[in-house]
């Protein structure tokens, strides 16, 4: 069964600073998605990872997947306040025989000025 | 350009009450999906459809009834509310599974 954990769970960091946030998952996943949620709305896709050393980046924020050690993670250059947010990895065994979507449980990032 | 549409976004139950949580997508997306929001605890799937008249059980699915009759709704019926059911629900579509999942607004429940 698939599980997936993110960590650092919560993470506080200063405008300027960099940082990552990792993202493993237990079983083979042909895709990893990331996704960012702002406190009391709708999640927003930021990117869609589909083989082994994707890397997408887009302002401050650079994904990447390495399908062999079955991890992403999401890098963070120079943060800003409007980057504060929780941002959350899904995996999914593509082409598997279930059709299953899973998250982590998330990770707060609170950027401090 | 409604996207995903929930409703209501917040409702009050008491234990014991039944409901429906209603999703519409307008995107002709074929695949669609429930997931509850609890802290600490990331989103869990419910149930997901690939297509009308296809339904199949994701990680959390007791107490919850799923149909998809058409392409464009998705309704998560609750048949006997618990105090365990108050979360936030969200409904998301895609393409086809494995595309981009695109959110409704969620929709609060509150089971008392």
């Known amino acids: 069964e698939l599980k997936v954990e993110q960590n650092p769970l919560f993470l506080s960091m200063q405008e300027g600073k960099n940082y990552t946030i990792y993202c493993n998952y237990s079983?083979?996943?042909?895709?990893l998605y990331w996704y960012r949620q702002d406190p009391g709305k709708s999640l927003e896709s930021l990117f869609v990872?589909?083989?082994?050393?994707a890397v997408k980046q887009e302002g401050r924020l650079m994904a990447s997947l390495d399908t062999k050690a079955r991890l992403s993670t999401l890098h963070i250059t120079a943060a800003v306040h409007d980057l504060s947010a929780t941002y959350f990895c899904?995996?999914?065994?593509?082409?598997?025989?279930?059709?299953?979507?899973?998250f982590g449980t998330g990770t707060l990032l609170a950027v401090q000025p | 350009n409604a996207g995903v549409t929930q409703t209501p976004k917040f409702q009050v139950l008491k234990t014991g009450q039944s409901m429906t949580l209603q999703c519409a997508q307008d995107?002709?997306?074929?695949?669609m999906s429930w997931y509850r929001q609890d802290p600490g605890m990331g989103l869990r799937l419910i149930h997901y459809?690939?297509?009308?008249?296809?339904?199949d059980q994701g990680e959390v699915p007791n107490g919850y009834n799923v149909s998809r009759s058409t392409t464009e709704d998705f309704p998560l019926r609750l048949l006997s509310a618990a105090p365990s059911q108050t979360s936030v629900y969200f409904c998301?579509?895609?393409?086809?599974?494995?595309?981009?999942?695109?959110f409704g607004e969620g929709s609060r429940l509150t089971v008392l």
């Open positions: 998301a579509s895609s393409y086809n599974f494995g595309g981009e999942l695109f």
């Open positions: 079983t083979t996943s042909d895709r």
């Open positions: 990872l589909l083989s082994n050393g």
């Open positions: 899904a995996a999914t065994n593509y082409g598997g025989a279930t059709n299953k979507l899973i």
């Open positions: 995107m002709n997306h074929e695949y």
């Open positions: 459809s690939v297509g009308a008249g296809i339904t």
